[in-house]
């Protein structure tokens, strides 16, 4: 008979993780757990300290799905406007080598990054939302961006074809 965690212990093991987790603040978020759907809530100052709150905590055992009501309060200094964080992020996508040119683009409103386009890969997704979240001013990532968009072409299929042969 397999043992699940019960969710006073995947509290703990949130919390724990969260306090070991170097990139946020950790003491400002409140973690509430029940049937194994984790509930963040609190304030961070930057968009990666959301990010890493939600990832940490999808990361521990009994976990079944995170929601996030993490607010992120800039500070002063990294207030920016929307068309600056729009083009920082589209910087930042144009320097992914992982990345097709122009294939991916970045808008902003009120902070909120959202991007969207196609590429091939999911790992090239994954790469431009991990990016962005960088970008400073920056208060969340939205991923509109859709994979396997287009046929592949003849050269990659006869090179799938020898791989498998």
């Known amino acids: 008979m397999e043992r699940?965690?019960?969710?006073?212990?995947?509290?703990?093991?949130?919390?724990?993780?969260?306090?070991?987790?170097l990139a946020l603040e950790a003491a400002q978020i409140d973690v509430q757990v029940?049937?194994?759907i984790?509930?963040?809530?609190g304030q961070v100052s930057s968009c990666l300290q959301r990010w890493a709150a939600e990832h940490a905590a999808q990361r521990v055992s009994g976990v079944r799905s995170v929601t996030s009501e993490i607010g992120v309060v800039l500070p002063?200094?990294?207030?920016?406007?929307?068309?600056?964080?729009a083009r920082a992020a589209q910087t930042m996508l144009q320097?992914?080598?992982?990345?097709?040119?122009g294939c991916i683009q970045a808008t902003a409103v009120d902070g909120w990054i959202t991007?969207?386009?196609?590429?091939?890969?999911?790992?090239?997704?994954?790469?431009?939302?991990?990016?962005v979240?960088?970008?400073?001013?920056?208060?969340?990532?939205?991923?509109?961006?859709?994979?396997?968009?287009?046929?592949?072409s003849q050269a990659s299929r006869s090179e799938i074809d020898l791989a498998l042969n």
């Open 4 to 21: 699940y965690p019960t969710d006073a212990q995947v509290q703990l093991h949130v919390r724990a993780l969260l306090d070991w987790e």
């Open 34 to 36: 029940h049937d194994g």
């Open 38 to 41: 984790v509930a963040l809530n």
């Open 76 to 85: 002063g200094s990294s207030r920016h406007g929307d068309a600056d964080i």
């Open 95 to 101: 320097w992914i080598t992982l990345l097709p040119t």
């Open 115 to 131: 991007l969207s386009g196609s590429v091939r890969w999911d790992y090239q997704k994954q790469a431009a939302a991990a990016a």
């Open 133 to 152: 979240r960088y970008v400073v001013g920056a208060t969340g990532v939205t991923d509109l961006i859709s994979v396997g968009a287009g046929e592949p």
